[in-house]
């Protein structure tokens, strides 16, 4: 079926899905719809899009939330598709799922979710089974939330596996541009193996687990060097972990950096990227430049990016929550993969270009929409 008018209704806009969104905008004649952005995730230039209009979320109770008129615009006769953030609490998607259920011009409408995480209790199971059920399919981020979906007897005809992306043209022009410059042995003055973090510095991230890591291998007189890119409410706490622990001359805590080019060079000349927490679009924005990346192996409480992860080819897990354990993954790394840096290089850019991309996204959309 060809899509004539496509009405798309998210939450608010984000920056890091302007190629994306652009390339929907690009292939179909759309309406979008996105609420304001109240949070300090940073938006999207909307004027890149050609019909935008905005609307309020507000709080019902607890979690639950509305948003205004979204309802009536999605009702509208001139759109024949919708295209919608699957967000089971808020009451206005369901709103719009029943009355089209009961509607007897139904639309076809079509989520964008993360869908299942695999830590559901009964009533979640049982709500989002309800919830997604609405939907003729709906887009999940990973291949894990379509298996755990399915073994929780949800139908995987209504499921399709779309992934996520950031800009994957300008990161690939960037990438080609790039020329070693020494920066970490200018800083550092040594050849030290670089662990790089990138993103917010908060408390979810578990940098405190990487500090402690790192502290125990220098009794075993392993040597590292760490970069922090970002900031955020943990930065002070974690710098005095690192004069309390003596680590000043191993962590360079560059902060928030917002030019691509310079964390093009960060990314791409360190070694290995580590995120003790949950790891997310941080394990594409340094495996596009070639570096591999270490996070935890809980996978219910992981984001869907983890599946970028191949163990011994794109990076490595640790057991969850557990120092010794990251500690023992860092160490047995660079035990098997030092020499082999260029061979992983290769193996990132590969996952990345060949299913973290708009491209393979639009694909995704394209055969399942039209």
Same mark, same amino acid.
């Given at each position: 079926?060809?899509?004539?008018?496509? +009405?798309?209704?998210?939450?608010?806009?984000?920056? /890091?899905?302007?190629?994306?969104?652009?390339?929907?905008?690009?292939?179909?004649?759309?309406? %979008?719809?996105?609420?304001?952005?109240?949070?300090?995730?940073?938006?999207?230039?909307?004027?890149?899009?050609?019909? #935008?209009?905005?609307?309020?979320?507000?709080?019902?109770? *607890?979690?639950?939330?509305?948003?205004? &008129?979204?309802?009536?615009?999605?009702?509208?006769?001139?759109?024949?598709?919708?295209?919608?953030?699957?967000?089971?609490?808020? #009451?206005?998607?369901?709103?719009?799922?029943?009355?089209?259920?009961?509607?007897?011009?139904?639309?076809?409408?079509?989520?964008?979710?993360?869908? %299942? /995480?695999?830590?559901?209790?009964?009533?979640?199971? %049982?709500?989002?089974?309800?919830?997604? *059920?609405?939907?003729?399919?709906?887009?999940? /981020?990973?291949?894990?939330?379509?298996?755990?979906?399915?073994?929780? &007897?949800?139908?995987?005809?209504?499921?399709?596996?779309?992934?996520?992306?950031?800009?994957?043209?300008?990161?690939?022009?960037?990438?080609?541009?790039?020329?070693?410059?020494?920066?970490?042995?200018? $800083?550092?003055?040594?050849?030290?193996?670089?662990?790089?973090?990138?993103?917010?510095?908060?408390?979810?991230?578990?940098?405190? !687990?990487? !500090?402690?890591?790192?502290?125990?291998?220098?009794?075993?007189?392993?040597?590292?060097?760490?970069?922090?890119?970002?900031?955020?409410?943990?930065?002070?706490?974690?710098?005095?972990?690192?004069?309390?622990?003596? !680590?000043? *001359?191993?962590?360079?805590?560059? *902060?928030? +950096?917002?030019?691509?080019?310079?964390?093009?060079?960060?990314?791409?000349?360190?070694?290995?990227?580590?995120?003790?927490?949950?790891?997310?679009?941080?394990?594409? $924005?340094?495996?596009?430049?070639?570096?591999?990346?270490?996070? $935890?192996?809980?996978?219910?409480?992981?984001?869907?990016?983890?599946?970028?992860?191949?163990?011994?080819?794109?990076?490595?897990?640790?057991?969850?929550?557990?120092?010794?354990? !990251?500690?023992?993954?860092?160490?047995? %790394?660079?035990?098997? $993969?030092?020499?082999?840096?260029?061979?992983?290089?290769?193996? +990132?850019?590969?996952?990345?270009?060949?299913?973290?991309?708009?491209? /393979?996204?639009? +694909? #995704?959309?394209?055969?399942?929409?039209?």
């Amino acid at each position: 079926m060809t899509i004539d008018k496509l +009405c798309v209704i998210y939450n608010f806009a984000q920056k /890091y899905r302007t190629a994306i969104f652009r390339a929907i905008d690009n292939n179909w004649d759309c309406k %979008w719809i996105f609420g304001r952005n109240t949070t300090d995730i940073k938006g999207m230039d909307t004027s890149l899009l050609k019909d #935008v209009d905005f609307v309020e979320n507000k709080t019902v109770i *607890g979690p639950l939330f509305r948003q205004t &008129g979204i309802a009536a615009e999605a009702s509208k006769a001139e759109y024949d598709t919708i295209l919608m953030l699957g967000e089971p609490f808020n #009451v206005s998607t369901w709103n719009i799922l029943l009355r089209n259920k009961l509607s007897r011009n139904r639309k076809r409408i079509f989520m964008w979710s993360h869908g %299942w /995480y695999g830590r559901e209790g009964f009533f979640k199971k %049982w709500l989002k089974r309800a919830f997604f *059920g609405l939907a003729d399919k709906t887009f999940l /981020y990973g291949n894990y939330a379509k298996e755990v979906a399915v073994s929780q &007897g949800f139908p995987p005809e209504k499921l399709a596996v779309i992934h996520n992306s950031l800009d994957h043209e300008e990161q690939v022009s960037l990438r080609k541009s790039l020329l070693p410059s020494g920066i970490y042995r200018r $800083h550092f003055g040594n050849d030290n193996p670089v662990l790089i973090f990138i993103g917010r510095l908060t408390a979810v991230k578990r940098l405190d !687990l990487l !500090l402690t890591a790192i502290e125990s291998l220098n009794r075993k007189n392993e040597n590292y060097n760490i970069v922090l890119v970002g900031d955020g409410e943990k930065r002070e706490e974690l710098e005095s972990i690192v004069r309390e622990s003596g !680590l000043e *001359g191993q962590v360079w805590f560059y *902060g928030a +950096c917002y030019d691509d080019n310079h964390n093009a060079q960060l990314i791409s000349e360190a070694d290995l990227c580590v995120a003790p927490g949950n790891v997310g679009l941080t394990a594409m $924005h340094t495996m596009v430049f070639g570096t591999p990346v270490l996070t $935890h192996d809980n996978f219910p409480m992981q984001m869907p990016e983890f599946e970028a992860i191949h163990r011994g080819r794109t990076g490595d897990f640790f057991e969850y929550d557990n120092v010794e354990s !990251l500690a023992d993954a860092i160490s047995r %790394w660079f035990a098997s $993969h030092r020499d082999e840096r260029e061979e992983i290089r290769k193996y +990132c850019y590969e996952e990345i270009d060949s299913y973290w991309t708009p491209e /393979y996204q639009m +694909c #995704v959309l394209m055969d399942n929409m039209n």
